[in-house]
């Protein structure tokens, strides 16, 4: 299959969900799950300070040139007027039919000279673009170093909580920089010099930086010495991913681009082992576009510019007004969360394990939501979150079912008949939530 073009793996498949679906969980990070116990990790970005370390599991893009912002005005739904050397933003790309490819940040460091960082599927799209439009850029594209087994060409570090800012004051040499949200500025930790973006995550302020990979440990070294007066924790790869839920952000749903007559020469270019994502959770159809995402439920609409042309533009300006769907939070029922835990013991069959803080068993999670035995929508990212002590999920439901207070159920468990390696025999059950907003806490960043 590693020879395959995406487009050659799907016709022997013969469908996209036979590609996709129960192909388990990879490895996400080169880190450990965690450093000193995930639950303190947690509480570290409510109470003092958190230190992540970002630098495995993400792909960075390079693209440099005098068309490099006119290839991104021309498959992103953002607004770049105005867009300087300094900034970053949340970089959204749409298909032909108006639904999610997929989402990175995006850096401008100079001028013509753009990074962007995030998962796979939005650059490997502008970088088809790229090679194959009448474009004059250059690309440099990084896998994933988890995936490679090469080291990263930059580290990449966060701080956050209430005391991060205090922290990078006491790390930085000289003065902190006044940045706003989502601005950054070179600055110097220990003599090396990082670019530091003013970021945040869980709703708790923060900072992102980054530099080359080789002065990774010494700023790493500088950071935890000047936070260690606020006791800063480092997170693990459990309480790092569990932050997601309450930010209200949505990772890794199935990108768009398996299905439209008007990529098909993007999955013919397409390796296969890029344009995998394994598919699991109770909800189940054989539809892959069923499983596609808009960039308007996402909770991207205010990011949308439909003062310039992009690729979807059409299908979402009829969706921006009327999304079917809306993001929420679901606040699982404490009571059925622990009959969960409880089927481990005593005889019978046991329902699905429930491994905390983050029960992952597939990369693009979908779990069934029911409204009287109705499916009114999907639940994707969900985390245990000591700070709150519940059990949350972020969720797409029917707008109808979208209000705070609504109550619904999930069902927990793997389609029928699906063979996931990463889960275990189980029956499925029922598992009632409430709808609550999202993002889920006061953003405080």
């Known amino acids: 299959m590693s020879d395959q073009s995406l487009a050659a793996a799907l016709q022997s498949a013969g469908s996209p969900v036979s590609l996709l679906r129960d192909l388990g969980l990879a490895r996400f990070t080169d880190l450990p799950d965690e450093y000193t116990h995930w639950i303190e990790e947690q509480r570290a970005w409510r109470e003092s300070v958190a230190l992540a370390d970002q630098s495995y599991h993400m792909t960075d893009l390079r693209i440099e040139g005098p068309d490099a912002l006119e290839l991104y005005a021309d498959y992103g739904v953002n607004d770049f007027g105005g867009f300087d050397v300094g900034q970053a933003k949340q970089l959204v790309v749409a298909n032909p039919d108006g639904y999610l490819i997929g989402d990175a940040i995006l850096f401008h460091l100079a001028d013509e000279q753009f990074l962007s960082v995030g998962a796979a599927a939005a650059h490997n799209w502008l970088v088809f673009q790229a090679e194959t439009g009448d474009y004059d850029v250059t690309t440099e594209r990084q896998a994933r170093p988890v995936s490679t087994g090469r080291d990263p060409n930059n580290f990449r570090f966060q701080v956050q909580g209430p005391d991060a800012i205090d922290t990078m004051r006491a790390a930085v040499d000289g003065s902190l920089p006044d940045l706003g949200f989502f601005e950054f500025d070179a600055v110097t930790i220990d003599g090396r010099e990082v670019n530091l973006l003013r970021h945040g995550m869980a709703g708790e302020p923060g900072y992102e ?85 808009t960039p308007v439920e996402m909770g991207y609409g205010h990011i949308v510019d439909f003062d310039h042309d992009f690729v979807g533009k059409e299908a979402l300006q009829r969706e921006i007004d009327n999304p079917d769907r809306r993001k929420v939070t679901l606040v699982w029922d404490e009571a059925d969360v622990v009959d969960v835990h409880a089927s481990l013991f005593g005889g019978g069959d046991t329902q699905k394990y429930m491994d905390l803080p983050v029960p992952r068993s597939s990369a693009a999670h979908y779990d069934s939501v029911l409204v009287d035995d109705e499916v009114v929508g999907v639940s994707k990212w969900m985390s245990y979150v000591y700070n709150h002590r519940e059990m949350l999920s972020l969720a797409l439901v029917d707008v109808e079912h979208a209000e705070p207070g609504t109550e619904v159920t999930l069902v927990w468990g793997e389609a029928g008949g699906a063979e996931n390696p990463s889960v275990e025999r189980h029956a499925p059950t029922e598992i009632r939530a409430t709808v609550a907003p999202a993002p889920y806490t006061e953003d405080k960043r």
């Not at 002065?215 to 006791?231: F, L, N, P, Q, S």
């Not at 997170?235 to 952000?249: D, E, F, H, M, T």
């Not at 890029?274 to 596609?292: K, T």
């Open 209 to 293: 930086f980054w530099g080359p990979y080789e002065d990774g440990e010494a700023v790493k070294d500088a950071v935890r010495a000047a936070g260690e007066e606020y006791g800063i924790r480092r997170l693990g790869s459990k309480s790092y991913q569990s932050a997601n839920v309450v930010l209200g952000w949505i990772p890794l749903p199935v990108p768009a681009i398996y299905e439209s007559d008007e990529m098909a020469a993007f999955r013919e270019w397409l390796d296969v082992r890029r344009g995998l994502l394994s598919i699991g959770g109770s909800y189940d159809s054989s539809d892959i576009r069923d499983y596609y995402v």
